[in-house]
């Protein structure tokens, strides 16, 4: 088939949005957020690795086809050791890996209709070096991408990022708020990705969903899935700011609420 007519590219392009969305339809949302100390990143699953550090002060996340995320993170390892060699580290930030490496990468795979896009999204994470702030960017399969300063959720669809966006929203800002009062609001906006889809209910009852309903989901989740949760926290020593959250550490940040 040629695609040299405008019509058949648009309808090659739609066609591949549509095999993009059942492809990651199944994905483990990935929710990061604003602590005290930094930026929490936490997330449910039952299969490989979904969070990473690609430098000292960034962290990286994604759902998709593991073989894609993979070459996408590498993408972004290479270009951040590359960038911090050849300028500073003061120079790498997550704003420059996004714009200028990751997002024109990803947008050329999904426009280029006779090749294989990447079956991917992405979330990264950032404490600024110099100005200590959390910032945050979500990246959609086609390339487009999106900035915030106060928390992203990546989820595998575009109806449930709304309906947990619309929860971390309400729970308001979390920049002062301990590690486990962080995970909890995590965890939370993670279990709305659980509940039965009915948004336009939820538009109308006007609130969002109640730790009384979200816990025992939550609680059951936590049975089948393995809790993943990562930090980039500023008071860490040394230039590495990332670091995984221990069993022990994730037993003491439940104690009292799920066990």
Known sequence: ?????PYRWVEAVRNRRDYLEEQLSAGSPIVALPYENGVLMATLGAG???????????????IGH????????????????VEGFNRSPVDVTVRRLMKFILAPMVKQAFEEVLHAPYIAKIVMAEIGILS?????FHLNYDGVFEEEERGVV???????????AAFLNAAGETHSLSLKEALQIALR????SQLPADL???KEAGAPPSPKELDP???????????????????QPGSSKYRTLSHDEIEQALKGWLK
Request: glycine share 2%; charged share 25%; aromatic share 8%.
């Open 1 to 5: 088939m040629v695609y040299d007519e």
């Open 200 to 202: 336009e209910a939820e």
């Open 48 to 62: 490989t690795s979904k969070l990473y550090e690609v430098y000292d002060q960034i962290a990286f996340g994604g």
């Open 189 to 192: 906006t993670w279990a709305v």
């Open 66 to 81: 593991p073989a894609d995320l993979e070459k996408l993170r590498n993408v972004v390892l290479d270009a951040a050791h």
């Open 217 to 235: 989901l939550l609680k059951r989740s936590l049975e089948s899935h393995t809790l993943e949760a990562a930090l980039l926290d500023r008071t």
């Open 154 to 164: 990546l989820a595998p669809t575009a109806p449930m990022s709304e309906r947990m």
């Open 132 to 136: 200590a702030k959390p910032l945050f």
